[in-house]
């Protein structure tokens, strides 16, 4: 059975950090792209980055551009996301996604979700 | 970037009835869109892809269907556990992109 599942969320104040972290399980990790996407309390989906099943190409939203970091480590089965200059606008709910292979950017399994706090 | 808008932004249907829900990309997507569903408290769930081609287990009474700038998703006979939100996502272009979803309630 596939599964991913988040943590490292939590209260940040502006300005600060956070490192989230997906473990997976039931396939083989080192051969797809892994994303992060987000959601805003109450909002719409929001793709935040993509690396590559051997972390060559790497992409962010223009929004995230410069501020988060994400990697992976294949011998451990999981994706990374470092948040750093953490803005109120960044407060979602975190979740990974899995691209389907060999095919379009599209997400066939998604964990459960880690929720990110940005607030004073 | 692409904008994708769904329309209506709730629907009210009554259990058993056939449900049509829209996507209008702001440029043409192909056929590359997927739709998802979402009940409160999980995370998305894909149920479509390559705009018509269902996903493994999603049920045949869920259809997709167009190209280029208009999508719909058809829920033929609307089941209790179909009441959801439904977001459609073009992965033509980079960065792909997400409507801000549709939901259905029951009336």
């Known amino acids: 059975e596939v599964q991913l599942v988040e943590s490292g969320g939590g209260l940040v104040k502006p300005g600060g950090s956070l490192s989230l972290s997906c473990g997976v399980s039931g396939f083989t990790f080192s051969d797809y792209t892994m994303n992060w996407v987000r959601q805003a309390p109450g909002k719409g989906l929001e793709w935040v980055s993509t690396i590559s099943s051997r972390s060559s190409h790497i992409f962010y939203a223009d929004s995230v551009k410069g501020r988060f970091t994400i990697s992976r480590d294949n011998a451990k089965n999981s994706l990374y996301l470092q948040m750093n200059s953490l803005k109120a606008e960044d407060t979602a709910i975190y979740y990974c996604a899995r691209r389907v292979r060999d095919s379009g950017t599209y997400f066939d399994y998604w964990g459960q979700g880690t929720l990110v706090t940005v607030s004073s | 970037e692409v904008v994708m808008t769904q329309s209506p932004v709730t629907l009210s249907v009554s259990p058993g009835e056939r449900t049509t829900l829209s996507c209008r990309a702001s440029?043409?997507?192909?056929?590359?869109l997927a739709w998802f569903q979402q009940k409160p408290g999980q995370a998305p769930w894909l149920l479509i892809y390559?705009?018509?081609t269902r996903a493994t287990d999603t049920p045949a009474r869920f259809s997709g269907s167009g190209s280029g700038t208009e999508f719909t998703l058809t829920i033929s006979s609307l089941q209790s556990d179909d009441f959801a939100v439904y977001y459609c996502?073009?992965?033509?272009?980079?960065?792909?992109?997400f409507g801000q979803g549709t939901k259905v309630e029951i009336k």
């Open positions: 390559d705009a018509s």
């Open positions: 996502q073009q992965y033509n272009n980079w960065p792909v992109t």
């Open positions: 440029q043409s997507v192909s056929i590359n």
